[in-house]
């Protein structure tokens, strides 16, 4: 089948699903593969649930009138999606980073929905398969799309713009995260700066913080270039510490306004004025892009402020690298002079450089003052051998601590990598 063809396949049956145990009546099935998984195999099941038709790419799954044999399913995939958004032309706003990414985004596809029809990326589906599934999922009622791309191995992020042509984008800032795949900290960079050269190539904007140097260096004197910061760009804000909460003033044409968040963490300052930034190039009202950062309550672990009782707890435990991990310590260091505790898991994927920083994390830590700080994870267990702090495993031994030794009063910050498992601290407090 052309790629014409697919699409018109597409058109009279608009829903794709890649796991056949959520097929239902009318969607079509891609058969994906994996690591541990072959979607070929589960083809046949997928027809039995309900799928018009299922695309593979192993002849012996290969059933005529039913199956669409093709020679790579995911490519498949990430073509029709490509050629599905060029019929759209409507215009794709694209976020990648190192951290805030998935904050940013949804700040962003808050504010630009109080104008415009929105659809953005579905929690983190960022990968190679969540941007084409993204994509197929907008339609002609779409007025905008907002597009968040992840990457964790050199060259992901050329390739996601390649499937999704953006026409705007927004690095949120490059750091020290997935050291494991890419190798180095400029591998980093060049990695997330295909996005601004793909921006650049099409003569599209790109929004970037001013008072980030690695990103002022890659924007240079591109001309389409829209600047936020706290001075010297084109669109001004300030951060306004409210403890746990970060809130802004920011300067629009008819004057100030106070955006008041619920997120925790002097960091999402950036993230916050990176929002309002592009609503207002958008031609949002103050007012709404206002009511709309307001109304934004963050999830899923990420800078969400947990109140059990006496003890307030700043839950950050999405995800974790050296940077997010040190500016998260620093911000809550800031905001809270007495009673805090530090809960931190370790930090996953980053290969050689694990060691290194781990115990720069440590050393940071050893500058403050902690009611007490409780290390999660065999890479913190190893590097804090020398140093005074409670380590553990596991977080189950660190719940089981906490189930004899509760903290009774204070605030608490819960930061590290999902694959530690933090949250389970919650039912501890």
């Known amino acids: ?75 498949t995939l990430q073509d029709l ?40 990326t579905e929690g983190n589906l960022n990968n190679h398969i969540g941007v084409p599934l993204t994509l197929l999922q907008m339609d ?8 968040e791309m992840g990457a964790n191995h050199p060259g992901e992020i050329g390739e996601l713009c390649s499937i999704a042509d953006p026409d705007f984008g927004i690095i949120t800032n490059i750091g020290r995260a997935h050291l494991e795949g890419f190798g180095s900290f400029e591998t980093i960079k060049k990695t997330k700066a295909e996005l601004f050269h ?13 008072e980030n140097p690695v990103l002022t260096q890659l924007v240079d004197d591109y001309p389409g270039r829209v600047s936020f910061g706290e001075k010297n760009a084109d669109f001004i804000g300030e951060p306004v510490l409210s403890p ?8 629009f044409p008819k004057g100030a306004l106070y955006l008041n968040t619920q997120l925790t963490g002097r960091y999402n300052f950036e993230n916050v004025l990176a929002a309002a930034c592009i609503g207002h190039y958008f031609k949002v009202d103050p007012l709404d892009i ?47 002079q ?10 996953l994927e980053l290969g050689c ?37 409670h380590t553990f495993p596991n977080s189950s031994e660190l719940c089981q601590y906490l189930s004899q030794n509760p903290i009774k009063k204070g605030t608490v910050l819960v930061k590290g990598s999902r694959g530690i498992q933090l949250e389970k601290v919650l039912g501890f407090f």
């Open 1 to 75: 089948m052309t790629i014409e063809q697919i699409y018109r396949l597409f058109l009279s049956n608009p829903r794709i699903e890649t796991d056949s145990r959520k097929i239902g009546g009318g969607d079509i099935f891609f058969a994906l593969k994996g690591e541990k998984f072959n979607g070929n195999q589960f083809a046949s099941e997928a027809l039995k649930r309900g799928a018009v038709c299922a695309f593979i790419d192993e002849k012996e799954f290969h059933r005529p009138g039913k199956t669409v044999l093709v020679e790579n399913v995911l490519k």
């Open 81 to 120: 999606a490509h050629f599905h958004r060029k019929q759209l032309n409507l215009p794709i706003v694209a976020i990648t980073g190192s951290n805030g990414k998935t904050t940013t985004k949804e700040l962003i596809a808050s504010v630009l929905a109080s104008r415009y029809r929105v659809f953005a």
């Open 140 to 147: 002609k009622t779409t007025e905008i799309g907002v597009v």
């Open 198 to 210: 793909h921006l650049k190539k099409k003569k599209g904007i790109i929004f970037y913080n001013i």
């Open 244 to 251: 746990p909460f970060i809130h802004a003033r920011v300067n």
């Open 290 to 336: 206002q009511a709309a950062i307001k109304k934004y309550h963050p999830q899923n672990n990420r800078s969400q402020l947990v109140e059990k009782r006496r003890v307030k707890i700043i839950m950050d435990a999405y995800n974790a690298n050296p940077t997010s991990m040190q500016a998260s310590i620093e911000s809550f260091v800031s905001a809270f």
């Open 338 to 347: 007495s009673h805090r505790f530090l809960i931190l898991g370790d930090m």
């Open 353 to 389: 450089y694990s060691p290194a920083e781990h115990t720069a994390i440590l050393e940071q830590i050893k500058k403050y003052t902690f009611d007490a700080v409780f290390l999660v994870g065999p890479l913190f267990s190893e590097a804090a051998k020398d140093y005074p702090f």
